[in-house]
């Protein structure tokens, strides 16, 4: 099963990896959802960078088994 990543950060700041249950209100947003649907429906994908104003994601598939800091497709 692939799972993902979503990475995080606001302007210049340090990025940090979102956790699922933690973070809702940080990614919980149409583009980035839209940004999980392209990567689940495209396999040869493998991320996708978004800017929303002074925020970036970085959503990145991984093969590694799912942990906490992971969403499932």
């Known amino acids: 099963m692939r799972s993902y990543v979503i990475l995080y950060r606001r302007g210049t700041g340090r990025w940090g990896q979102v956790n699922p249950v933690v973070h809702l209100g940080l990614y919980d947003r149409e583009e980035v959802w839209k940004a999980v649907d392209y990567l689940r429906e495209n396999d040869a994908a ?28």
Not at 48 to 68: H, M, Q, S, W, Y
């Open 46 to 73: 493998e991320g996708v960078a978004l800017r929303l104003g002074d925020e970036a994601f970085n959503i990145c598939v991984t093969l590694e088994p799912k942990t906490p800091d992971t969403f499932e497709f």
